[in-house]
């Protein structure tokens, strides 16, 4: 089992700044990709960003040149930079790992304001 917590979320006006970051525990040795999926509310969950153990990346192009997945092996721990941020981005950010199962956190939400 891998255990995923979110640090980070919160509230803050449309142009501004924030700074998700999320821990892996347990069975980090199956972890291949991290990353980060978003739910607005009354939508689906969808692709944020992603990372893989070798540092490839991948982007939804709606958060393309603004946000930043980073990760570090040694801390077993995903960033993403969020940076421009729109009213439209404001959902429940959820950290997400593939191993030998997929893992969710319990998500974090972010909130902008216009």
């Known amino acids: 089992q891998v255990q995923l917590v979110e640090l980070g979320g919160g509230l803050v006006q449309a142009g501004g700044s924030l700074r998700l970051s999320c821990a892996a525990s347990?069975?980090?040795?199956?972890?291949?990709?991290m990353g980060w999926y978003r739910q607005a509310p009354g939508k689906q969950r969808l692709l944020v960003a992603t990372?893989?153990?070798?540092?490839?990346?991948n982007y939804a192009d709606s958060v393309k040149g603004r946000f930043t997945i980073s990760r570090d092996n040694d801390k077993n721990t995903v960033n993403l930079q969020m940076n421009s941020l729109k009213p439209e981005d404001t959902a429940v950010y959820y950290c997400?790992?593939?191993?030998?199962?997929?893992?969710w956190g319990k998500g974090t939400l972010v909130t902008v304001s216009s």
């Open positions: 997400y790992a593939a191993g030998i199962y997929d893992y």
């Open positions: 347990g069975s980090i040795f199956s972890i291949s990709a």
């Open positions: 990372i893989t153990s070798g540092g490839s990346t």
